[in-house]
């Protein structure tokens, strides 16, 4: 007989559970009694619930297991709304255990209550309201379940206060395993799509992969690898799904999308058998819809049945896992590859010449500022490669900082660069990379941001602090939204409406005032140096403050509106 | 087009708001809505109409499918079906109208289950269009109040939507 918070705790435990993200509050403090009775699990304290999320988000991420968050009811809860919904856009196995009110206190607005379920609903993959002790093992054990399979994603489970009683006992047992007749998602793709998808690839004269997040959430980067190779076939990432191929792979066309190289952009709208995989059509990607890829036909392979046809009218659909589909699509390519034509094999040449042509435009190219002295962002990006020798944890905040460090830092493996690709949300990448340096204390983990982002989850210095996470953060300092100033350079004349960072802090005292170590670099001539000493630093936190270029612009960058995919600003005031 | 979508789901709460709450999300709209256990305690059928093109009613039942307590569906437009649909209407019926209304009653075969010395309150079933054509048959009397159930539907011959 157990009380239900003890059930609660030992219930994670069964998943394997490691770490939990939380704060503490009075619908949870039987849960924090619970788990400060035990040892296994380790519960990371943060100074804000978003930045519980968004850590358990960089463990999932980095890991590929769930990550786990504790917070309480009313405030917490809806603190940790963003970072649920972080998750739920990027398709991250999450499991957010919450606090509710007692029972009967439930609809009386009571005290820090919120209705946890209602608010979460759209953002969540699935949720639970428990209603008694009884319930929490076969609650747990299905959000782990539904979180971690099929197309991932977060599950709430919604706790309230009385059932974790310490004085109501009830019988304790762990489900070993449990199916539900309403969720049944598919184990391997339909064999007869895959060979016509296969076969379709072989009769491609100018092919093209567009590889997605779905690959590295699916484990499947070394047999997209494996097949990319085997067809010789040219290759894209999107945001989501950099890292899935080896970024420094010469089939390796760089990221696609709206700040997406111009081979990789080009190839894909001048291709004639498009294969998507484990990705989703999202309108980063294809500019306008109606001009996407307008020779080609489709195959495309993802688990969720919704994603196929959503935003662009596919051929060839696999509703599959990746993994499984693309071994399948391996073995069957094999046995073809060598009945390719040399008609064939002449315009697959033909067409990766055309591809290097688009190559020679050298789309990345960054031009040193004219006083040398003055440091460009994508300078900051390529420095931290070098610093880092291209093997470190990247994370990053949104903005132009973000697009930079996915475009300079090729990534070679998966499950390294992690970043909120569909929600977009300031304030994820330093918690998401305490969350990574959590699950891999000694690797070097790297935070690539911006003065404005960083400010958004800047109490985390503290937890980190705590924690001993000697992350290196690398702040590109432009004392503006920069993302924002560039639009409104593009699209509004200029006019800076609230995109300056005034009255910025003293990152380096701000760094040194939480005990970590601060560094401030202004010169390009100083830049690698100091990231040298930042990555030599390995059980410190760095904060190393770059002030860079206010007026860079990240290219190359669709056209919009009414644009294709091959229709790009090149540089400011050149277009394709 | 107008699409009659059939859902069997879960007989738990929390259920229908995630049916509702994701046609709000998606931008996708509901016409009528209708929701009753079944005989099988542990499951739901929720019966709604909405207008879609092709296209768009593939997105709303994978969508509806990918609900958790989901468990199957069937859009009841894709084949021959029947539906129905319950109106009480109620309406003055003074002077010479009385007569009347009860005429018009008569030709819809609507049943008259509730009467007053000044109203009538007629119960009329069928089609979602029969019924609207029984309101414009009673255009010139003066309509107090109208119920309508939402419709419910099933699909003609053998085919069944069953766990």
Redesign the interface.
């Given at each position: 007989m157990l009380s239900g918070g003890d059930i609660l705790i030992r219930c994670l435990q069964e998943e394997g559970v490691d770490y939990v993200f939380g704060y503490p509050g009075g619908a949870v403090l039987h849960i924090y009694d619970a788990l400060f009775r035990q040892n296994r699990i380790q519960h990371i304290l943060v100074r804000h619930e978003q930045a519980a999320t968004h850590m358990a988000d960089g463990y999932a991420r980095s890991t590929g297991r769930p990550g786990v968050v504790l917070v309480t009811s009313g405030p917490g809860a809806t603190n940790a709304i963003t970072g649920i919904a972080t998750a739920y856009m990027d398709s991250i196995p999450m499991v957010v255990i919450s606090g509710q009110v007692q029972s009967h206190l439930i609809g009386t607005d009571s005290f820090q209550e919120t209705d946890m379920?209602?608010i979460s609903?759209?953002i969540v993959?699935?949720?639970f309201?428990v209603r008694n002790a009884a319930e929490i093992p076969l609650a747990i054990k299905k959000a782990f379940y539904?979180a971690t399979s099929g197309r991932p994603g977060p599950v709430v489970i919604d706790i309230p206060k009385d059932i974790t009683n310490p004085t109501d006992l009830v019988e304790y047992e762990y489900p070993q395993q449990v199916s539900?007749?309403?969720?049944n998602p598919a184990a391997k793709g339909h064999t007869g799509q895959i060979k016509k998808a296969v076969t379709m690839l072989m009769e491609a004269e100018r092919p093209m992969i567009y590889a997605g997040g779905g690959v590295i959430q699916g484990n499947g980067s070394a047999e997209l690898a494996s097949l990319t190779r085997l067809l010789g076939y040219p290759i894209v990432n999107t945001l989501m799904g950099l890292g899935a191929y080896p970024g420094t792979d010469k089939q390796f066309l760089g990221m696609l999308g709206m700040h997406g190289t111009y081979e990789a952009n080009m190839g894909m709208h001048h291709c004639d058998v498009l294969i998507a995989v484990g990705a989703r059509f999202d309108d980063r990607v294809t500019n306008t819809v109606a001009k996407f890829c307008p020779y080609a036909k489709i195959i495309h392979i993802d688990i969720?049945?919704?994603s196929?046809?959503?935003n662009v009218?596919v051929d060839v659909p696999i509703v599959g896992p990746v993994k499984s589909v693309l071994i399948e699509m391996l073995e069957v390519s094999q046995a073809k590859i060598g009945k390719r034509t040399k008609t064939q094999a002449s315009r697959l040449a033909e067409w990766w010449a055309q591809i290097e042509g688009w190559r020679k435009q050298d789309s990345l190219h960054v031009t040193p500022s004219a006083d040398g002295i003055t440091i460009k962002p994508q300078e900051v990006v390529q420095a931290v490669y070098r610093a880092s020798q291209g093997a470190a944890y990247v994370t990053t905040d949104v903005g132009q900082h973000q697009m930079f460090a996915a475009l300079y830092y090729p990534f070679d493996e998966p499950r390294k660069w992690i970043n909120s690709g569909g929600l977009g949300t300031m304030g994820f990448g330093l918690p998401a990379a305490m969350g990574v340096q959590m699950a891999f204390p000694d690797a070097a983990v790297c935070c690539i941001t911006g003065e404005g982002s960083i400010q958004m989850n800047i109490q985390e210095l503290s937890t980190c602090a705590q924690y001993g996470l000697p992350i290196k953060i690398i702040n590109i300092n432009n004392r503006s939204l920069g993302m924002v100033k560039q639009w409104q350079d593009m699209q509004y004349e200029g006019r800076h409406s609230n995109s300056y960072m005034d009255s910025l802090p003293d990152f380096v005292k701000l760094a040194e005032a939480y005990g970590h170590v601060g560094i401030k670099v202004e010169r390009l001539a100083d830049l690698d140096a100091a990231l040298e000493q930042a990555f030599a630093l390995k059980d410190r936190l760095v904060f190393v403050d770059v002030i860079v270029d206010r007026d860079e612009h990240v290219y190359p960058m669709h056209v919009a509106p009414n644009g294709s995919m091959r229709d790009m600003w090149l540089k400011k005031g050149v277009r394709t | 087009m107008r699409r009659i979508i059939s859902v069997l789901m879960e007989n738990e709460a929390g259920a229908l708001s995630r049916v509702v709450g994701l046609f709000a999300q998606r931008n996708y709209n509901i016409e009528t809505l209708t929701v009753a256990p079944t005989e099988d305690e542990t499951l739901s059928r929720l019966t709604l109409t909405t207008s879609a093109s092709d296209a768009e009613v593939e997105q709303i039942t994978k969508q509806l499918n990918k609900l958790i307590e989901v468990v199957k569906l069937v859009d009841l437009t894709d084949g021959d079906h029947i539906e129905r649909e319950l109106m009480l209407i109620k309406v003055k019926a003074t002077g010479a109208q009385r007569a009347e209304v009860k005429r018009t009653s008569d030709i819809f075969r609507g049943q008259i289950v509730d009467v007053t010395h000044n109203s009538y309150t007629i119960q009329l079933a069928g089609t979602s269009d029969k019924l609207d054509a029984f309101l414009r048959a009673m255009s010139e009397s003066v309509v107090l109040e109208v119920v309508r159930s939402g419709v419910s539907g099933v699909s003609r011959g053998e085919k069944i939507l069953a766990v």
């Amino acid at each position: 007989m157990l009380s239900g918070g003890d059930i609660l705790i030992r219930c994670l435990q069964e998943e394997g559970v490691d770490y939990v993200f939380g704060y503490p509050g009075g619908a949870v403090l039987h849960i924090y009694d619970a788990l400060f009775r035990q040892n296994r699990i380790q519960h990371i304290l943060v100074r804000h619930e978003q930045a519980a999320t968004h850590m358990a988000d960089g463990y999932a991420r980095s890991t590929g297991r769930p990550g786990v968050v504790l917070v309480t009811s009313g405030p917490g809860a809806t603190n940790a709304i963003t970072g649920i919904a972080t998750a739920y856009m990027d398709s991250i196995p999450m499991v957010v255990i919450s606090g509710q009110v007692q029972s009967h206190l439930i609809g009386t607005d009571s005290f820090q209550e919120t209705d946890m379920i209602g608010i979460s609903r759209p953002i969540v993959k699935h949720s639970f309201a428990v209603r008694n002790a009884a319930e929490i093992p076969l609650a747990i054990k299905k959000a782990f379940y539904i979180a971690t399979s099929g197309r991932p994603g977060p599950v709430v489970i919604d706790i309230p206060k009385d059932i974790t009683n310490p004085t109501d006992l009830v019988e304790y047992e762990y489900p070993q395993q449990v199916s539900l007749r309403s969720y049944n998602p598919a184990a391997k793709g339909h064999t007869g799509q895959i060979k016509k998808a296969v076969t379709m690839l072989m009769e491609a004269e100018r092919p093209m992969i567009y590889a997605g997040g779905g690959v590295i959430q699916g484990n499947g980067s070394a047999e997209l690898a494996s097949l990319t190779r085997l067809l010789g076939y040219p290759i894209v990432n999107t945001l989501m799904g950099l890292g899935a191929y080896p970024g420094t792979d010469k089939q390796f066309l760089g990221m696609l999308g709206m700040h997406g190289t111009y081979e990789a952009n080009m190839g894909m709208h001048h291709c004639d058998v498009l294969i998507a995989v484990g990705a989703r059509f999202d309108d980063r990607v294809t500019n306008t819809v109606a001009k996407f890829c307008p020779y080609a036909k489709i195959i495309h392979i993802d688990i969720d049945p919704a994603s196929i046809s959503k935003n662009v009218t596919v051929d060839v659909p696999i509703v599959g896992p990746v993994k499984s589909v693309l071994i399948e699509m391996l073995e069957v390519s094999q046995a073809k590859i060598g009945k390719r034509t040399k008609t064939q094999a002449s315009r697959l040449a033909e067409w990766w010449a055309q591809i290097e042509g688009w190559r020679k435009q050298d789309s990345l190219h960054v031009t040193p500022s004219a006083d040398g002295i003055t440091i460009k962002p994508q300078e900051v990006v390529q420095a931290v490669y070098r610093a880092s020798q291209g093997a470190a944890y990247v994370t990053t905040d949104v903005g132009q900082h973000q697009m930079f460090a996915a475009l300079y830092y090729p990534f070679d493996e998966p499950r390294k660069w992690i970043n909120s690709g569909g929600l977009g949300t300031m304030g994820f990448g330093l918690p998401a990379a305490m969350g990574v340096q959590m699950a891999f204390p000694d690797a070097a983990v790297c935070c690539i941001t911006g003065e404005g982002s960083i400010q958004m989850n800047i109490q985390e210095l503290s937890t980190c602090a705590q924690y001993g996470l000697p992350i290196k953060i690398i702040n590109i300092n432009n004392r503006s939204l920069g993302m924002v100033k560039q639009w409104q350079d593009m699209q509004y004349e200029g006019r800076h409406s609230n995109s300056y960072m005034d009255s910025l802090p003293d990152f380096v005292k701000l760094a040194e005032a939480y005990g970590h170590v601060g560094i401030k670099v202004e010169r390009l001539a100083d830049l690698d140096a100091a990231l040298e000493q930042a990555f030599a630093l390995k059980d410190r936190l760095v904060f190393v403050d770059v002030i860079v270029d206010r007026d860079e612009h990240v290219y190359p960058m669709h056209v919009a509106p009414n644009g294709s995919m091959r229709d790009m600003w090149l540089k400011k005031g050149v277009r394709t | 087009m107008r699409r009659i979508i059939s859902v069997l789901m879960e007989n738990e709460a929390g259920a229908l708001s995630r049916v509702v709450g994701l046609f709000a999300q998606r931008n996708y709209n509901i016409e009528t809505l209708t929701v009753a256990p079944t005989e099988d305690e542990t499951l739901s059928r929720l019966t709604l109409t909405t207008s879609a093109s092709d296209a768009e009613v593939e997105q709303i039942t994978k969508q509806l499918n990918k609900l958790i307590e989901v468990v199957k569906l069937v859009d009841l437009t894709d084949g021959d079906h029947i539906e129905r649909e319950l109106m009480l209407i109620k309406v003055k019926a003074t002077g010479a109208q009385r007569a009347e209304v009860k005429r018009t009653s008569d030709i819809f075969r609507g049943q008259i289950v509730d009467v007053t010395h000044n109203s009538y309150t007629i119960q009329l079933a069928g089609t979602s269009d029969k019924l609207d054509a029984f309101l414009r048959a009673m255009s010139e009397s003066v309509v107090l109040e109208v119920v309508r159930s939402g419709v419910s539907g099933v699909s003609r011959g053998e085919k069944i939507l069953a766990v």
